[in-house]
């Protein structure tokens, strides 16, 4: 079955990188797309991008273009985002999302991921 | 960017009861390509969010059929046909017709 397992929660110090994971099983990887969002706690969700898994072609959300940066590995099926330049805006719980097709555009999430910003 | 506008914010109901949340885009979502991207989506506390319907009104895969959706152009519904307690959470609708990707801000179910 298809799975999406994200890596676990992060503590970061201001000024700081990250590097989230979404490991997946289950599909084929190589031939789909991965897009990753941000969910404030008690607020809505932004997507941040998305990431074609065949030739690494990636398209950003204006608004964390210099903030987030999407990469695959598809020997191991796994896609990465890493976050730069970290501030407490940044704390909030991060989500990847797969899409094969159009008709299957994130029908599977990982479980999410708390990045918590902080000194 | 596209801005989607949910109503209402809260919704309050009894088991069985059959309710709609509206979803107003503020640019018509139709595609050149003939496709509406619209999609719903259900995230119950503390989860990720669960893809309920695709492309408007279709269910996705494992979606109880008491759920179904419908609009065009700028004005979409989900409809719940006889809430269920499983039910209560935020749904949200989205849109992938324009860049960047917008959700709305979101309707919380709750049970009364």
Known sequence: QVKLQQSGAELVKPGASVKLSCKTSGYTFSTSYMSWFKQIPGQSIEWIGMIYAGDGGT???????????????????TAYMDLSSLTTEDSAVYFCARMVLITTLFDYWGQGVMVTVSS | DVVLTQT?????ATIGQS???SCRS????????????LYWF?????????????????????????FSGSG??????LKISGVEAEDLGVY????ATHAPLTFGSG??????
């Open chain 1, 59 to 77: 398209g950003y959300n204006q608004k964390f273009k210099g903030k987030a940066t999407l990469t695959v590995d598809t020997s191991s099926s």
């Open chain 2, 8 to 12: 209402p914010s809260i919704l309050s």
């Open chain 2, 19 to 21: 309710v709609s949340i």
């Open chain 2, 26 to 37: 503020s640019q018509s979502l139709l595609d050149s390509d003939g496709n509406t991207y």
């Open chain 2, 42 to 66: 259900l995230q119950r506390p503390g989860q990720s969010p669960q893809r309920l319907i695709y492309l408007v009104s279709n269910l996705g895969s494992g979606v109880p059929n008491r």
């Open chain 2, 72 to 77: 065009s152009g700028t004005d979409f519904t």
């Open chain 2, 92 to 95: 949200y609708c989205m849109q």
């Open chain 2, 107 to 112: 309707t919380k179910l709750e049970i009364k």
